[in-house]
């Protein structure tokens, strides 16, 4: 039973860690579908977090922090669209500088109200998202493997942790569902058919990126109001480019991105579970080695494991009225 | 005349200080298909763009059915029931048809409903005008005959009561145009009105009812086709009399100059594209080889000029080989004597953000009459260009302007300029009038002659058949990479069509 028991708990620090990057990767699901590449996804995750945490912080109020976690990363998105959909601007470019002011001015901005080293002060619980106990939880919990599966792994999490999974279906079926959809899968492939169809491909594609906020949003909440307490600078660690990453490797697809997150979050629980035990034959690793695992195994991934990815074929250009 | 179902009154419209139609009146019958000819800027595409809604007219007036009507988007062009198959077409590629056909004209959020709409509408659009096409089908899979379908099929979805074509035939096979022909005449007879694009002399002769011909912005003239001729709409056309046959004398074949022998090329998928292939070109004559596009005319050009690499046989360049299945490097071949005028000139023949006079040397910039010691001599360069500029009427006559501003009919006189200045025994040729107006095919026809008539030998391929008939001293057909067969340049338009379709072969076997 110690094998089940050890399994549920590297299985449920996979969800823990997963989240984030399934709410980003999603994020720039919605944007790349359109044909607007946001390699700032990281940058409006740890925006949203700092956000976050400092409405949570000042208003003592974990739904005040989410709101103004997703209105600032939507700001940060609307910026981006502004400068890659309105001004034909180098979405790579305004995607870097998204990143790099995010990175700066979070840790300003906390210096400058907080005083706490460019932290947010310290969450109380009533200002987090704590978990929930799904009905029936505690009851179940001795019942062997499927009990232990639905009290240890499925029970437990916060709300958006459950929000975040949930999103997979719903963005399935808003992508080939819905006339919403079609157009945005039609405006990442081709604009030009979009726009002699009467269909306005800026508004389309600014639609979009406000989906990406809303999602980064989240995805920034989760990790200072669920998962820690409080911002920290630099916090989102580069989730947000393995979220890309998972995205290229699920090829744009919802459901595959979540199996690609779960896999990437997969191998970082490995890694912490890993540290400092020696395993067999090898012996003991060292730590660095461990926490660089994940991103090697990404690297060997992408690189190999996936054939080829055709990303939508408007990605990336501005779309220009021909003459 | 029956009632207008288009008119346009003083039409104008500028983009800077380029005056893209000048006060254009129209009156499109309705009921009638009614062509729209001009050369390549002339301006029927903008005037249509207008009337879709993609542009406004800087002034002017729309009438539809009679009603002043204002079209400032292609939403507005819809509601009054106008449609428009554009010459690249307007539809997402890895969606099925009828993704495609509902896209913007879904009705409501969902798609449920709106798909099994279009599927039952699609069936009675279907029946009524013979336009067959699998709903499920996703449109790259589909060749592009089919895929102009879904557009037609696109606007009728719409409710179009008029229907734009712009240069519909351009990517069709004669079989497939013919195809087209026929549905746009049973669009015609349940009372549409068509309006058609081109400069193709010949569609305008077999299906329009009238025909208005454009030139450098304005309406010239508007006829009806049963009482015009081919020669009256040239010259209005190009505003001076055209010789639309090319007058030459007899071949005078030589020596061999070029020799294939068994060529067989793949291409990156290992499709084989051009298949055990054999010929030879002589001096003195022009070689035409004749085929719909894609039956590896392009990887045969592409293997004997050393750009690809083929995967057995021999090339024979004044009996000496060329290293085809190994390292045939393109500027060895030039300075042997064999030039080459790509198919495609903005990817292949031409650095279009260049200069025209860097241009008019690319590939032959390292010869000694362009250099200074280790670099350019660039006033040499500059004479060369000029020398160049007014032996081949290249216009505007300035070597210093960025290719990409030069039409395609100079372009396409810069890089034969360049090729056949440098006196090559051997001349490749790929589709020298492509996207090229009437004048300038007039004299890229008339400089191919003059080079037979020096005594070079010409490889030729072009998918038009007219300029293969009328230029060609041999005629080799091509189909499914392999030469079907060989005619004289008396034989019939007809005869070819049928070895381009790939049909003697299947006869021969019975």
Request: charged share 20%; glycine share 10%; with cysteine.
């Amino acid at each position: 039973m110690e094998f089940v028991d050890a399994l549920i708990n590297i299985l449920n620090s996979t969800i823990r860690v997963s989240v984030p990057l399934l709410l980003a990767c999603l994020a720039g699901l919605y944007s790349e579908r359109s044909g607007v590449f946001d390699i700032g996804l990281e940058g409006k995750m740890l925006a949203g977090a700092f956000a976050g945490a400092a409405a949570a912080a000042v208003f003592a109020s974990a739904w005040i922090g989410l709101l103004v976690a997703m209105l600032v990363s939507v700001g940060m998105a609307l910026v981006h669209g502004f400068a890659s959909i309105t001004h034909r601007g180098n979405q790579i470019v305004s995607g870097v500088a998204i990143n790099f002011i995010a990175a700066g001015s979070t840790i300003i901005l906390g210096q400058a109200w907080f005083q706490q080293g460019g932290r947010t002060p310290s969450l109380p619980p009533e200002a987090r998202f704590g978990a929930i106990n799904l009905p029936g939880a505690d009851a179940l919990r001795d019942v062997p493997v499927i009990g232990q599966i639905y009290s240890g792994l499925l029970s437990g999490h916060s709300l958006l942790t459950y929000v975040a999974f949930l999103a997979v279906p719903f963005t399935w079926w808003v992508l080939f569902r819905t006339r919403f959809g079609l157009r945005l899968r039609a405006v990442g492939e081709n604009p030009a058919a979009v726009d002699t169809a009467g269909i306005s491909v800026a508004w389309l594609r600014y639609r979009a990126v406000i989906c990406t906020g809303i999602l980064t949003g989240m995805a920034g909440s989760y990790m200072a109001l669920a998962q820690n307490a409080g911002f920290v600078k630099d916090m989102t660690a580069g989730r947000g480019y393995i979220a890309l990453a998972a995205l290229i490797f699920a090829k744009w697809r919802p459901v595959p991105a979540m199996f690609a997150c779960l896999l990437f979050g997969f191998l970082d629980a490995l890694a912490i579970r890993l540290q400092g035990t020696p395993l067999p034959v090898i012996g003991k690793v060292p730590v660095q080695f461990m926490q660089a695992l994940p991103y090697v195994l990404t690297v060997i991934l992408l690189a190999g494991f996936i054939g080829k990815a055709i990303p939508p074929r408007a990605g990336g250009v501005p779309y220009v009225k021909e003459r | 005349m029956a009632e207008a179902a288009i008119e346009l009154i003083g039409i104008n419209k500028s983009f800077g200080a380029v005056r893209a139609n000048r006060d254009i009146a129209l009156e499109v019958p309705r009921g009638t298909i009614h062509g729209i000819i001009g050369e390549n800027g002339a301006g029927k595409s903008t005037l249509m763009s207008i009337l879709y809604g993609f542009y406004q007219a800087d002034s002017g007036e729309i009438r539809v059915n009679g009603k002043p009507t204002a079209i400032k988007t292609p939403n507005d062009a819809i509601a009054v029931g106008i449609g428009m198959v554009h010459q690249h077409f307007m539809l997402v590629e890895n969606f099925t048809v009828l993704e495609n056909v509902i896209l913007g004209a879904e009705g409501e959020p969902l798609l449920k409903k709106s798909i099994a709409k279009a599927r039952s509408e699609l069936q009675r659009l279907e029946r009524e005008y013979g336009l067959e096409v699998d709903p499920d089908a996703i449109i790259e899979e589909l060749p592009v005959g089919l895929q102009q379908r879904v557009e037609i099929l696109k606007a009728l979805y719409r409710g179009a009561e008029i229907l734009i074509l712009d240069e519909p035939t351009g990517v069709l096979t004669p079989a497939e145009a013919d195809h087209l022909f026929r549905i746009l005449q049973q669009l015609k007879d349940q009372g549409k009105t068509v309006v058609l694009i081109t400069h193709k002399l010949r569609e305008i002769m077999a299906i329009t009812d009238n025909v208005s011909v454009m030139r450098q912005g304005t309406m010239v003239a508007t006829r009806k086709t049963s009482e015009t001729t081919v020669e009256e709409l040239a010259e209005l056309m190009v505003g001076r009399r055209v010789l639309l046959r090319v007058e030459k004398g007899d071949a005078n074949p030589g020596d061999v100059k070029l020799l294939v022998k068994n060529l067989t090329v793949k291409d990156s998928r290992g499709v084989t594209m051009v298949d055990d292939v054999s010929f030879d070109v002589r001096a003195g004559e022009i070689v035409g080889i004749a085929g719909v596009a894609g039956n590896g005319q392009s990887e045969l050009l592409e293997a004997i000029s050393g750009i690809r690499k083929a995967v057995s046989g021999t090339v024979l360049l004044d009996n000496k080989a060329i290293d085809v299945t190994g390292n045939a490097d393109p500027a060895e071949l030039r300075d042997r004597g064999l030039a080459h005028v790509p198919e495609d000139r903005h990817h292949v023949g031409l650095v279009l953000s260049f200069e025209e006079n860097e241009n008019s040397i690319l590939g032959y910039h390292d010869k000694p009459q362009y250099l200074k010691g280790p670099f350019l001599n660039l006033d040499a360069i500059q004479k060369d260009a000029q020398d160049k500029i007014a032996k081949y009427d290249i216009r505007p006559a300035n070597p210093r302007l960025k290719t990409a501003n030069f039409s395609g009919g100079n372009q396409q006189k810069i890089v034969l300029a360049r090729e056949i200045e440098q006196d090559p025994g051997v001349l490749i040729v790929g589709q020298p009038t492509r996207g090229v107006d009437v004048g300038a095919i007039e004299f890229i026809h008339k400089r191919l002659i003059a080079m037979r008539d020096q005594g070079k030998a010409v490889l030729l391929v072009s998918v038009e058949l007219d300029e293969i008939r009328s230029l060609s001293d041999r005629i080799l057909v091509m189909f499914a990479g392999r030469i079907v067969g060989e005619r004289g340049p008396e034989a019939s338009e007809g005869e070819i069509g049928l070895l381009m379709a790939g049909v003697e072969r299947k006869e021969a076997a019975e």
